[in-house]
């Protein structure tokens, strides 16, 4: 069996150990995984794409032209889209944050809310406006891309990650910022292992089974009255905070996923 694991140039130097630990798993299992950067073309008979970028345009051209791909591009799609997300989690049921696509602060009612590009990812395009003048900084900064707004949820800067790999939980951690709203780890927030309940572990299922995902994070705001809210998905996520707090291989799992659903196919 023979497959590619496909990063940007950029993200394949700073994702180097987890793609060493995928590399390393897949000898084991008899696979040979390759990396893919950029433009790089695979192989025609290769039997799949692990793509871990978030670029879904460039995910269906593989799609397209018949390559098995883990994440298939509409899961890239709606994951880094989050008004889809939003809408996705409503149509299922699933508590989430209430969003809306927004293009100029006339259409902000209240104040704080919180501001953020359709497409960012790890909090670095998320802004916490308690004025008019903020919101008009963010739009400044911002002019040339969708943009939604959020209530300001208070959770203590606390979220949960759930690692989903097919339908199954791997696992979950626990993020709380450092000095800020944003929870984010690799902004300096700090992590630690986290149990789920059956609900909690009910609702992360549903979202996965719904998009057909085959290795997500999924982000829930936790609140103080004990419920949380959908917040992201993440795909591709990024395993630094499970390495960190968990004892399960998950690059050994995620490889040993892709084989099963290969060889079933």
Known sequence: MKGYVYYSEKES???????????????????????????????????????????????ALYDAAGFRLFNRAEVNRIANDKLRTFELATLLGVPVVPTRKIRSIDEINTYP????????????????????LDAASFFNDFHDRKLIVQPFIESGARDVRVFMIGKEVIGAVKRTGNGS?????????????????SWQEKDAMTIAKAIKSDYVGIDFLLLPDGRWMLNEIEDPVGARSFYDTCDVAIAGKLIGYIKEKISGE
Do not use: M, W
Not at 38 to 51: G, K, R, T, V
């Open 113 to 132: 809310c919180v501001l953020k590009t359709v497409d960012g990812h790890g909090g670095n395009e998320v802004f916490l406006c308690t004025s008019a």
């Open 181 to 197: 709203f944003k929870s984010n780890y690799t902004l300096g927030g700090s992590v630690e292992k986290y149990i789920l309940s």
């Open 13 to 59: 130097v700073r994702n180097k150990a987890f793609i060493d630990d995928l590399t390393n798993e897949s000898r084991k299992l008899g696979i040979e995984l390759n990396l893919l950067v950029e433009d790089e073309q695979p192989d025609s008979d290769a039997d799949f794409i692990l793509f871990r970028d978030r670029n879904s345009e460039r995910a």
